[in-house]
T-cell receptor, first 112, second 114 residues
Framework: AQKVTQAQTEISVVEKEDVTLDCVYETRDTTYYLFWYKQPPSGELVFLIRRNSFDEQNEISGRYSWNFQKSTSSFNFTITASQVVDSAVYFCALPEGGKLIFGQGTELSVKP | DSGVTQTPKHLITATGQRVTLRCSPRSGDLSVYWYQQSLDQGLQFLIQYYNGEERAKGNILERFSAQQFPDLHSELNLSSLELGDSALYFC?????????????FGPGTRLTVT
């Protein structure tokens, strides 16, 4: 069965530090997609990125970057120069046939 | 703002009661998904509808049901409510029926069963 593991339950950093959130997945599919979502304190889930398994190039969007490594089944998310507004719970997710499997989430706290 | 709307934002009700949660997808999206988020279970997929038809079913209890109407809005009905049903219920939408499409989530309905 597909599985998504986010081993870091909570991370606390000081503003301007870089932080990496880990995501390790298990799948028997040869082609698949991976997602990251952000859930700020207000509660809504915000889509951040979708990557397919064909593309192992790192993705960068402003202060956010994603490192996808098929060899280690990881899809890690790095925030550079973190800001207080980055404080949220971040979820990694993987489609499994008829559903989307979410990891348990990593709660990131960025202190001023 | 994702473009997905959910009502109501909060709902407080008693055990044994029935409630209906409503969701309107983003313009142009044909798929609607329902999720439950609780502290002990995390984010759990409940059910998906695509263009009015049930497409996929997850961990949805028999006491729960959903439907998608011709105008594509969806309703999640929760009946014989128990304390353990207290959770945040999200609706999401996407353009296609595959779970490979990104899903856009509504703000959620927080259900409290007392």
């Amino acid at each position: 069965a597909q599985k998504v593991t986010q081993a870091q339950t909570e991370i606390s950093v000081v503003e301007k530090e870089d932080v990496t959130l880990d995501c390790v997945y298990e799948t028997r599919d040869t082609t698949y997609y991976l997602f990251w979502y952000k859930q700020p304190p207000s509660g809504e889930l915000v889509f951040l990125i979708r990557r397919n398994s064909f593309d192992e190039q790192n993705e960068i969007s402003g202060r956010y970057s994603w490192n996808f490594q098929k060899s280690t089944s990881s899809f890690n998310f790095t925030i550079t120069a973190s800001q207080v507004v980055d404080s949220a719970v971040y979820f990694c997710a993987l489609p499994e046939g008829g559903k989307l499997i979410f990891g348990q989430g990593t709660e990131l706290s960025v202190k001023p | 703002d994702s473009g997905v709307t959910q009502t109501p934002k909060h709902l407080i009700t008693a055990t044994g009661q029935r409630v209906t949660l409503r969701c309107s997808p983003r313009s142009g999206d044909l798929s609607v998904y329902w999720y439950q988020q609780s502290l002990d279970q995390g984010l759990q997929f409940l059910i998906q509808y695509y263009n009015g038809e049930e497409r996929a079913k997850g961990n949805i209890l028999e006491r729960f049901s959903a439907q998608q109407f011709p105008d594509l809005h969806s309703e999640l009905n929760l009946s014989s409510l128990e304390l353990g049903d207290s959770a945040l219920y999200f609706c999401a939408s996407s353009v296609g029926y595959s779970f490979s499409y990104e899903q856009y989530f509504g703000p959620g309905t927080r259900l409290t069963v007392t």
